[in-house]
C-alpha cells in the first residue's frame, strides 16, 4: 500500500470513528482557526459532501459542533442545533481535551444536552486535541 493510500484510509477512518456514511449531509457550526482540519477533510471525503456552515437552512443528517468553555451558552446552541437535524439524526460535540485552553467539564455538556433534550450515547477521540461527544434525540420524541 502507498503512503497516499495509508493516509487517505487514515483520514476517512476519523470520521468512520464518528459513524458518518456516505451521502449524509453535515453541518458545522462553532469552526474557528483551532479546529482539526484533518477531520474536517475526512468528512467531506467520507460523506463525499462539503460541510454546510451554521447559516444554512437545510435539513442535515449531523451537525458538527465545535464548542469551548467561553463560547456561550451550550444549551442555546444545541437547541438551535436540533432544529436543523432530519429525524434520526445526531449532533458531534466537539470539544478540547482535558488539559487544553477552551476545555469543557463532561458534567457540564451532560447537563446541558439533557436540559436540551439530548441524550450522550457516546465519547471518542476525535482528532489530536479533541473530544467527540455524540448526542441524540430520545427515541421517544423523535
Known amino acids: 500500500m502507498s503512503a ?8 476517512r477512518g476519523l470520521a468512520e ?8 449531509v453535515v453541518q458545522e457550526i462553532g469552526w474557528d482557526e ?7 477533510d475526512s468528512i ?7 460541510l454546510l456552515d451554521e ?16 463560547d456561550g451558552d451550550l444549551f442555546d446552541v444545541l437547541s438551535d442545533a436540533m ?8 449532533i458531534w460535540l466537539l470539544t478540547p481535551k482535558a488539559g487544553r485552553d477552551g476545555h469543557v467539564e463532561p458534567s457540564d455538556i451532560g447537563e ?5 433534550g439530548l441524550s450522550q450515547t457516546s465519547s ?5 486535541d479533541w473530544s467527540g461527544t455524540r448526542l441524540v434525540t430520545p427515541k421517544g420524541r423523535r
Do not use: C, F
Not at 470513528?17 to 449524509?24: A, E, F, I, N
Open 4 to 11: 497516499t493510500a495509508g493516509q487517505a484510509q487514515g483520514e
Open 17 to 24: 470513528r464518528l459513524g458518518l456514511k456516505p451521502g449524509q
Open 34 to 40: 483551532d479546529v482539526d482540519d484533518e477531520l474536517r
Open 44 to 50: 467531506e471525503d467520507l460523506t463525499g459532501n462539503e
Open 55 to 70: 447559516e444554512t437552512d437545510d435539513v442535515v443528517d449531523v451537525v458538527l459542533l465545535w464548542w469551548r468553555d467561553g
Open 83 to 90: 432544529r436543523a437535524l432530519a429525524d434520526g439524526g445526531q
Open 112 to 116: 446541558d444536552a439533557a436540559t436540551a
Open 124 to 128: 471518542i477521540s476525535a482528532a489530536p
